[in-house]
């Protein structure tokens, strides 16, 4: 297997750029030479990599056979162009777009919870990597399954406007300005008001009321977890700050856990904190803990006082630092050691 290989990573501009740029210069990821790619109209720019200023290239004549592994960070809609293309190249491609999500052939992984589904990979090849929320949720829910077994999950995410896009954090910053100014506020990347308001429910809903991201969130849960067969009901809201993300967990295990139990099991979890203390400031929320920190927060855990099988949490993370580019380095760290 590799010590190192050459890497592009595709989609380094915009939100995810800084974040991008801080992770890599904060671990190793046994990236031998890294290329940084982005659409043509906004390539061109430069971004520091280990103190070298480094120019982004343009997607539409980077030439993909110089490297092995392509990080493919960009929209979905980008990912379905050209991810065929890249790996008609030659490339290996980590894909958290989420456009190859729906193909259920290809290995869904969480780099702390599920390493096991890379086994039997062999490149060229494409591996998907679910969002944010999936990420979290399946890190506070996979020690729960290995101890004592889940029966169905419930969850409700708390998701700021950089789960959208950029235009659902520009639209808030702007209505915010306009309401704090006394003027009626624009209109946004939503439906109604984003700022001082709560949005529970992005796009149209299919027949059984749940949005398209509430379903593919039980969806992927249930894949990652390789749980097929268990209840996943979620509720999707969006919350007016600009970054960071949160949810409640309400599941109901197969046997009983006690609170100290999965205190202990989750502080040693890779990818998790725990911080639950009755003391006044003791929980985690996405400002104070989660920002620019690679785990996931876990506190206000409890069990039901009526139901001793079910189990409730609180769960925050940085969506873009942890949701989207670590859990993606890691996954390539995970493929050069142990794959290509």
């Known amino acids: 297997m590799s010590e190192s290989c050459d890497v592009a990573i595709v989609g380094v501009t915009g939100m995810i750029g800084d974040v991008l740029i801080d992770v890599l210069d904060d671990h190793d990821f046994a990236i031998a030479k890294l290329y940084l790619v982005d659409e043509e109209n906004v390539a061109g720019g430069r971004l520091m990599y280990k103190g070298q200023s480094q120019r982004v290239e343009p997607l539409e004549r980077f030439d993909f056979s110089q490297v092995r592994v392509v990080v493919f960070l960009g929209s979905a809609t980008v990912g379905r162009n050209w991810i065929p293309q890249i790996l008609a190249a030659g490339c290996s491609v980590i894909d958290a777009s989420g456009s190859s999500r729906s193909n259920s052939h290809i290995p869904m992984v969480v780099a702390d919870a599920n390493p096991q589904a890379l086994q039997g990979f062999a490149g060229p090849g494409l591996v998907a990597c679910p969002d944010s929320q999936v990420v979290q949720a399946v890190l506070a829910l996979q020690p729960v399954l290995q101890e004592a077994g889940l029966q169905s999950v419930t969850i409700a995410t708390y998701q700021s406007m950089s789960t959208l896009d950029q235009q659902a954090v520009e639209g808030l910053a702007l209505q915010t300005g306009k309401l704090l100014n006394g003027q009626p506020p624009e209109a946004g990347a939503l439906a109604k008001q984003a700022a001082f308001n709560l949005i529970p429910r992005t796009g149209e809903v299919d027949e059984h009321g749940f949005t398209e991201d509430e379903s593919r969130l039980g969806e992927d849960v249930r894949r990652t977890l390789a749980l097929p067969g268990i209840s996943v009901a979620a509720?999707?809201?969006v919350v007016p700050v600009f970054y960071g993300t949160a949810a409640v967990l309400q599941l109901?295990?197969?046997?009983p856990l006690s609170v100290k139990r999965l205190g202990t099991l989750l502080?040693?979890?890779?990818?998790?904190?725990?911080l639950d203390k009755p003391s006044a400031?003791?929980?985690p929320t996405p400002v104070t803990e989660a920002t620019g920190s690679d785990?996931?927060?876990?506190?206000?855990?409890?069990?039901?006082?009526v139901d001793p099988l079910v189990l409730n949490m609180?769960?925050?993370s940085d969506n873009l630092r942890k949701g989207v580019v670590l859990n993606s380095l890691?996954?390539?760290r995970l493929l050069i050691k142990d794959y290509l």
Do not use: F
């Open 235 to 237: 509720t999707c809201v």
């Open 252 to 255: 109901r295990t197969r046997e």
């Open 267 to 274: 502080r040693k979890s890779p990818g998790v904190k725990l």
């Open 281 to 283: 400031d003791g929980y």
């Open 295 to 305: 785990s996931v927060w876990i506190g206000r855990l409890r069990v039901d006082p």
């Open 314 to 316: 609180w769960i925050v």
């Open 330 to 332: 890691q996954t390539l």
